[in-house]
């Protein structure tokens, strides 16, 4: 699972910024950014460890500046996997009810399948990934 973080919103004008104003000036947008966008994955990952329907879905999660290198992520992106990507944008009037996310197919290093994306809250997003990934509808060839 990898993150696509929007930094539009980090302007004064915007209302997530003035929403989080107080610890972006103790430790920058980047900071408070990073660190909502952590629990919103952590949240995410309670709801797949959680869903009956994900069982045997494992997930690797990583951020795609840091954690590439790692010998877990690369293991994994060895092997056939399927690379969930977040879209986490503050500045979307619908921010808290829904968000964005895109699924591809890999068999290692080449993209097999077609992508999925969509938009939902945790639950629904969770629901609907893992029933791509366990093949539980059409399969998508390009």
């Excluded at 302007?11 to 408070?32: F, L, M, S, T």
């Excluded at 629990?39 to 309670?46: N, Q, S, T």
């Excluded at 709801?47 to 690369?74: A, M, N």
Aim: glycine share 10%; charged share 35%.
């Amino acid at each position: 699972m990898g993150r696509s973080v929007t930094k539009s919103y980090c302007h004064e004008g915007h209302p997530w910024y003035r929403e989080n104003a107080d610890r972006i000036k103790e430790v920058g947008c980047k900071q408070v950014s990073d660190e909502a966008f952590g629990e919103f994955e952590d949240e995410l990952v309670r709801q797949f460890v959680l869903e009956p329907e994900c069982s045997g879905v494992r997930i690797v999660r990583y951020d795609d500046i840091t954690d590439s290198s790692t010998k877990v992520v690369r293991d994994a992106e060895e092997k056939p996997h399927w690379d969930l990507k977040i879209d986490f944008n503050p500045a979307r009037p619908d921010f808290k009810a829904s968000r964005g996310w895109m699924i591809d197919q890999w068999s290692g290093v080449n993209r097999i399948g077609g992508k999925v994306d969509g938009r939902g809250d945790g639950k629904t997003t969770v629901e609907t990934v893992c029933a791509i990934v366990k093949g539980r509808g059409a399969t998508i060839v390009n």
